[in-house]
């Protein structure tokens, strides 16, 4: 990025942005991207574009430059958005330092940041999402003197509570919510009823639908969906398929996301031209979009069933029907059903091609995982080798089990440099 030829490429915020959406895997490359925008004389990086980067930092596990990065902002007095100390918060808490995450809301004043309920709130949200419930539930009694809760300070707690299986805090929660003149909402009930689900205790889940009813609290959209989708996940697809009856019948109206999850019950129960009609009549007459989700569950579902051609149909379609682009979750089941298949050297290369330079895809631990497995599988070592270094040299960390599949088969093949390499890179992974 200090090439003589990269002074002279005019930089935008519009640029800087899509630059950093291309490397949102690749910490290394966006934070060298960014570098290089702050260079340029006469340009400062929105504060959008500092979140941006703040979130792939997070999420790729570099918390000390994440931390480095929010050192910077405040130092040059660039201005620091509630959204950004959210980021940091949120990845702070998502690798066990959550107390560092409570500091930083103490000096929220030091960023010129207020302490109000909006922060408050998703303080206490980010330690729920993390289990840390009951250390959140201590933070908010000291703090409720002084700052008013609002209805969402109770929903984070009821769906705190229930993350950790301790539904009776939440229907607890609820009278507590009562108490300071809250009514629960749908978002209330829902969350609870999710809980009930993942323990397919669907019965419960039928009593408090019933019980929302009584309290003119009907449900919607979203319940329905949550419902439908658990049911399939435990393979009630004859119920799960009678829920589309059920949501009409309390005046819900799908939309996309419960379109998404009744394509998914119909592929997994086998109803595959039921499915395809959900997709191009049913979607399409009553003007409900399709988005990447929608294709990818179409794409999944003929991937499943070993029809290549109909899916590859499905994605060279879902730009010009959908106005949506392919994501990496797109390609997952394509790379796997070719694999599977053994169909590598036919379609392997030009789709991993199609998805870093046509798409602008950056190759996450998932698939990159898949590659490696599925290469072992059709004897393309080599290949699986060439992606595991690739995948280290982007600060990627493989899986222990990747490593030691990959050093198998390639000491079978008599590639002792290559096997010592990935000796030596085991061997740090445990010492790490």
């Known amino acids: 990025m200090h090439d003589q030829a990269c002074s002279t490429i005019p930089i935008s915020d519009t640029l800087l942005s899509h630059l950093l959406h291309r490397f949102k895997d690749d910490w290394k490359s966006a934070l060298g991207v960014f570098k290089w925008a702050e260079s340029i004389k006469g340009h400062t990086p929105l504060p959008k ?73 998703l303080l206490l949200d980010t330690l729920c999402k993390e289990n ?22 109770f929903n984070i707690f009821i769906h705190g509570w229930c993350k950790v299986k301790r539904v009776d805090e939440a229907h607890w929660t609820i009278q507590e919510m009562k108490g300071y003149g809250f009514s629960p909402s749908v978002i209330t009930y829902s969350t609870i009823i999710k809980s009930y689900c993942q323990d ?16 003119n609290c009907p449900p919607n959209v979203v319940t329905f969906t949550i419902i439908m989708c658990y049911l399939t996940k435990f393979g009630e697809f004859e119920e799960a398929l009678g829920i589309p009856e059920k949501m009409k019948s309390f005046g819900c109206e799908p939309d ?38 929608t294709f990818n569950t179409m794409i999944a579902m003929f991937c499943h069933h070993g029809k290549d051609e109909e899916a590859m149909n499905v994605l060279k379609n879902m730009e010009n029907l959908g106005n949506c682009k392919p994501d990496i979750q797109s390609f997952n089941p394509l790379l796997k059903m070719w694999l599977r298949t053994r169909k590598v050297d036919l379609w392997l290369s030009d789709l991993l091609d199609e998805m870093v330079n046509k798409y602008n895809l950056s190759l996450d ?68």
């Open 256 to 293: 996309t996301l419960f379109y998404n999850s009744l394509i998914h019950t119909l592929a997994k129960s086998g109803k595959i031209q039921e499915a395809i009609y959900v997709f191009e009549v049913e979607m399409v007459r009553f003007k409900v979009s399709r988005t990447t989700s």
């Open 132 to 153: 840390k419930v009951e250390q959140a539930r201590k933070i908010f009694l000291m703090l409720k003197s002084c700052i008013p809760p609002t209805p969402h300070t």
């Open 365 to 432: 631990l998932c698939t990159y995982s898949l590659l490696i497995h599925g290469l072992c599988r059709v004897n393309e070592c080599e290949w699986a080798y060439g992606l595991f270094k690739e995948m280290i040299g982007k600060d990627i960390t493989p899986r222990y089990y990747t490593c030691a599949l990959l050093l198998e088969e390639i000491k079978e093949m008599k590639n002792y440099d290559a096997a010592g390499f990935i000796e030596g890179y085991m061997k740090r992974m445990k010492s790490s």
């Open 200 to 215: 397919s205790e669907f019965g419960k889940v039928y009593e408090l639908l019933n019980e929302m009813k009584v309290q």
């Open 49 to 121: 574009s500092y979140e941006i980067l703040l979130d792939i930092l997070g999420k790729t596990k570099q918390i000390e430059k994440m931390m480095s990065l929010v050192n910077q902002i405040h130092h040059h007095h660039h201005h620091v958005t509630l959204g950004s100390i959210t980021k940091v918060m949120r990845r702070l808490c998502g690798v066990g330092k959550w107390q560092e995450a409570v500091k930083i809301f103490d000096d929220l004043h030091t960023f010129g940041l207020e302490k109000n309920s909006e922060s408050m709130n």
